[in-house]
């Protein structure tokens, strides 16, 4: 696999920058996975020729981190809030909704491949429960009327 110039050029400056070559490893494959939506297993040992490292080592990390995906996922990745302090407020009513809205489970995409809703265990926001993250966004303080609004805007995209 080889990857297109524009990001092994964004590659280069995260690995130069960064304090050893393992220390590079997450911003790398954050990096590529913006780019491809999600780590496939040529992406991830053309990462660890890159940055002189183990296979095993690039995947552990991989498979460890919630935040990479190794299949596919939709445009959009919408990530709602379960622990305690959101479920104190509402999270699981918020589920349902946001379930029915999609016609999906957690983990699973809509049909248009627009949107893949995934289960958080925090998202670190208690005091503005309950929340999601839309991509890289926090919503706070939902309402369904929010979340109804979040979600056809991400539809339209």
Not at 8 to 25: F, N, P
Not at 28 to 51: F, P
Not at 104 to 131: H, N, R, W, Y
Request: net charge negative; charged share 25%.
């Amino acid at each position: 696999m080889n990857f297109p110039e524009q990001l092994k050029a964004r590659l280069d400056a995260i690995i130069s920058s960064s304090e050893t070559r393992q220390s590079a490893l997450i911003p790398v494959l954050r990096e590529i996975q913006n780019e491809y939506g999600h780590l496939s297993n040529e992406s991830m040992e053309k990462t660890a020729d890159m940055l002189g490292l183990p296979p095993s080592s690039v995947q552990n990390v991989a498979t460890f981190y919630t935040m990479f995906f190794r299949q596919p996922v939709g445009k959009h990745v919408v990530w709602l809030c379960r622990t305690l302090a959101c479920a104190l407020r509402g999270a699981e009513q918020m589920e349902h909704h946001v379930c029915e809205r999609l016609g999906v489970k957690f983990g699973e995409t809509t049909a248009d491949g627009q949107i893949t809703l995934m289960e958080a265990e925090c998202l670190a926001s208690c005091g503005t429960a309950p929340v999601m993250l839309v991509d890289d966004t926090l919503e706070e303080n939902l309402t369904r009327e929010r979340v109804d609004k979040l979600l056809e805007e991400l539809r339209k995209d």
